[in-house]
Nanobody, 119 residues
């Protein structure tokens, strides 16, 4: 059974930082492209960043470029998202997801962790 479990969300003031983690089990983590998505209240889910299986390729949404860093530890089967200089508009539920390639579909989703940024 595949599980993706996010943690690290919470309440932070604007300008602050948070580090999200996504612990995975039941899949060959090192074979998957991993993604972070987010969904703000009343808005559609959007892709925040992804990282390929090796960690050698990453891509970010323009809205988070230069502030967020995605990384992975294949030995620990864990995905991370370091979020700096947080803004109120970053408030959302953040989801990690796994897929077979950078251009392919997402096969597995976590249940999300809430990030709230106060002004």
């Amino acid at each position: 059974q595949v599980q993706l479990v996010e943690s690290g969300g919470g309440l932070v003031q604007a300008g602050g930082s948070l580090r999200l983690s996504c612990a995975t089990s039941g899949l060959t983590f090192s074979s998957y492209t991993m993604h972070w998505f987010r969904q703000a209240p009343g808005k559609e889910r959007e892709l925040v960043a992804f990282i390929d299986w090796s960690g050698g390729a990453t891509r970010y949404a323009d809205s988070v470029k230069g502030r967020f860093t995605i990384s992975r530890d294949n030995a620990k089967n864990t995905l991370y998202l370091q979020m700096n200089s947080l803004k109120p508009e970053d408030t959302a539920v953040y989801y990690c997801a796994a897929g077979p390639s950078v251009s392919g579909p997402v096969n597995y989703w976590g249940k999300g962790t809430l990030v709230t940024v106060s002004s």
